[in-house]
């Protein structure tokens, strides 16, 4: 398959890897946009969360119980911000779902 995290996962793309467990997968972002910038993945391709349903309600809760344990890994015990953009307007890039996990810095509102 042609998507980038896909390969991410299976290793052929190289990745700073921080997390990794049979459902998910997170890493570095490759341009980070905060201190702390990682992204974390279901190991399942899935396309965008325009694309779950309640089979998945599960597995896009257990992305975001890794994100906090990953924030807590990081020191970022004033705060962080995880993101999942969806779709064109949403500011989607890479069509594999994912949850960005910010911090070490102050975030603003609302979002570009
Ligand atoms: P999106 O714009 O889809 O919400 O986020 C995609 C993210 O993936 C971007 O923040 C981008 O920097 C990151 N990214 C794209 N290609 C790669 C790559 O090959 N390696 C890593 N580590 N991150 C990537
Ligand atoms: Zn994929």
């Known amino acids: 398959m042609d998507c980038i995290f896909c390969k991410i996962i299976a290793g052929t793309i190289p990745s700073k890897k921080v997390y990794e467990d049979n459902l998910t997968y997170a890493f570095a972002d490759i341009d980070p946009k905060a201190p702390v910038h990682l992204l974390i993945v279901p190991k399942k391709h899935i ?12 597995l896009v809760g257990h992305l975001h119980a890794i994100a906090n344990r990953l924030a807590a890994e990081h020191t970022l015990s004033k705060g962080y911000r995880t993101v999942i953009n969806t779709g064109a307007d949403g500011g989607q890039t890479v069509d594999h779902l994912h949850v960005h996990l910010l911090g070490g810095r102050q975030m603003h509102w609302p979002p570009g």
């Open 47 to 58: 396309p965008s969360l325009a694309a779950i349903d309640t089979a998945d309600t599960a």
